[in-house]
């Protein structure tokens, strides 16, 4: 794996006289702090921080401290563990053999040097990060309703990323689209008149770094859409329960921002003790709390992302006790009434046979098997099994029924040859 090995150089133009005290001591300082060297280094590089550059002194002795607080592992003499990952060499230079993240900071050497001086010298270590993640596009409504502002962020990028806003007329981003900002900074924000947005356009942000392995840049994207919340028109209550409203909105992109209103108010409704709000996943959902009939009314789910605002509204009907005690008695009443008639039904449909023939209801005591004969009185033949009728006074023709009773199959018997006969009986019809 190649590594590349970076110095850092103290400039010694400004090399001052500190303070002095009555041993004999001086305290000499490389400059001031906003003259610090600075070395900028990406993971893995090999570093080397320098403290004191006079190549025909060496330090007596090296003391090293990181944003303020010493070091104590690197408290070595030359030759101590060359394997180690941090090594203080012989000219008091502290030697990063492998730069990794959290190696970043302000860096302040303190050499004593032969004479009874000390050395003071400052450098600055700052360590290339490339964020994994790809960058966070998002967007706010300005205060003016007809912007929008739409920003971009990669933060814990370091040195800071360069980053570009475009748009495109559609989602093919092989074409170069209109570049509306960049910048090199972690968060770009940029202001787009909604009124140059329009369906299937897409906004895209793209970050570039010199540290991204072949060139390859992260972005992030957006597909506008418009939103279409959804929600059922009419909701029951109980009076006295808690209710919740529930609307969902998954078409909108970039995510809208979704709201609960009441018919008769124009801000939206915020968490209280009668209200409360949540989210779950693309579900917004208003409970009522303890509703009432002061509660009864349409409610408005409000969505609106850089496209436009939609909305749909659900109206609820509070139920109070006397509802359902009337519901109750109406369906007992329905009830009964469905019974009766089908008991009737059954009676009337057990006792057809009776109804047909004019007879009393009840159930049938016997089969008795009558037969009823049809007799026109001007007929002069009469079958043989039917006794002649005798004849009619009137004038007019006249139809007689006559009656017979037909012998039953436990009556008959092959060896019983005599006939009983039974009492006719005459209606005359």
């Known amino acids: 794996m190649r590594r590349r090995t970076l110095v850092a150089v103290c400039v010694f133009a400004t090399v001052a006289v500190w303070a002095s005290d009555s041993l004999g001591l001086t305290t000499l300082e490389s400059g001031s702090q906003s003259e610090a060297?600075?070395?900028?280094?990406?993971?893995?590089?090999?570093?080397?921080?320098?403290?004191?550059?006079?190549?025909?002194?060496?330090?007596?002795?090296?003391?090293?401290?990181?944003?303020?607080?010493?070091?104590?592992?690197?408290?070595?003499?030359p030759g101590d563990d060359p394997q180690r990952r941090l090594v203080v060499l012989g000219d008091g230079s502290l030697n990063f053999r492998s730069v990794a993240g959290g190696d970043e900071g302000v860096y302040r050497c303190e050499a004593t040097l032969p004479g009874n001086v000390t050395w003071r010298a400052r450098v600055v270590l700052q360590v290339a990060n490339i964020p994994?993640?790809?960058?966070?596009?998002?967007?706010?409504?300005?205060?003016?309703?007809?912007?929008?502002?739409?920003?971009?962020?990669?933060?814990?990028c370091y040195p800071d990323p360069m980053l570009i806003w475009s748009q495109h007329q559609d989602a093919d981003l092989e074409r170069p689209g209109h570049v509306l900002a960049s910048n090199v900074t972690s968060v770009l924000q940029v202001s787009i008149n909604r009124s140059l947005l329009a369906q299937g356009h897409t906004l895209r942000c793209v970050a570039q770094h010199l540290k991204l392995v072949g060139g390859l840049n992260r972005t992030c994207s957006f597909t506008l859409d418009e939103p279409h919340p959804q929600i059922s028109p009419l909701v029951w209550a109980q009076e006295g329960s808690n209710m919740t409203l529930v609307c969902t909105e998954t078409a909108s992109v970039p995510p809208a921002n979704t709201t609960w209103r009441r018919a008769a108010e124009v801000a939206p409704l915020t968490p209280s003790a009668k209200y409360i709000l949540s989210q779950d996943g693309s579900a917004y959902s208003l409970t009522i709390v303890n509703v009432s009939r002061d509660d009864e009314g349409d409610y408005f789910c409000q969505s609106e992302n850089?496209?436009?605002?939609?909305?749909?509204?659900?109206?609820?009907?509070?139920?109070?006790s006397s509802d359902y005690t009337g519901a109750v008695v109406g369906i007992f009443i329905a009830a009964l009434i469905v019974g009766l008639s089908a008991v009737a039904a059954k009676v009337l449909f057990a006792n057809r046979h009776r109804i047909c023939l004019g007879g009393p209801f009840g159930p049938l005591d016997e089969d008795r098997g009558d037969v009823l004969s049809l007799v026109d009185s001007d007929?002069?033949?009469?079958?043989?099994?039917?006794?002649?009728?005798?004849?009619?006074?009137?004038?007019?023709?006249?139809?007689?029924?006559?009656?017979?009773?037909?012998?039953?199959?436990?009556?008959?018997?092959?060896?019983?040859?005599?006939?009983?006969?039974?009492?006719?009986?005459?209606?005359?019809?």
Not at 40 to 64: E, F, H, I, K, M
Not at 139 to 149: I, K, M, N, Q, S
Request: charged fraction near 25%.
């Open 37 to 77: 060297t600075a070395v900028t280094a990406a993971p893995g590089d090999v570093v080397l921080l320098p403290c004191y550059s006079d190549g025909s002194v060496n330090p007596l002795q090296t003391r090293w401290l990181k944003d303020g607080r010493e070091l104590e592992e690197l408290r070595v003499t």
């Open 306 to 320: 850089p496209l436009a605002l939609r909305q749909t509204d659900v109206y609820l009907k509070i139920r109070g």
């Open 132 to 156: 994994s993640r790809h960058p966070d596009c998002s967007w706010h409504l300005a205060g003016d309703p007809t912007e929008v502002f739409f920003s971009c962020t990669w933060p814990d």
């Open 379 to 429: 007929e002069d033949q009469i079958f043989q099994a039917i006794p002649r009728l005798p004849p009619i006074t009137e004038p007019h023709p006249t139809t007689m029924v006559q009656i017979h009773r037909l012998p039953s199959g436990d009556q008959e018997d092959a060896g019983n040859q005599s006939t009983r006969e039974e009492p006719q009986q005459l209606v005359n019809l």
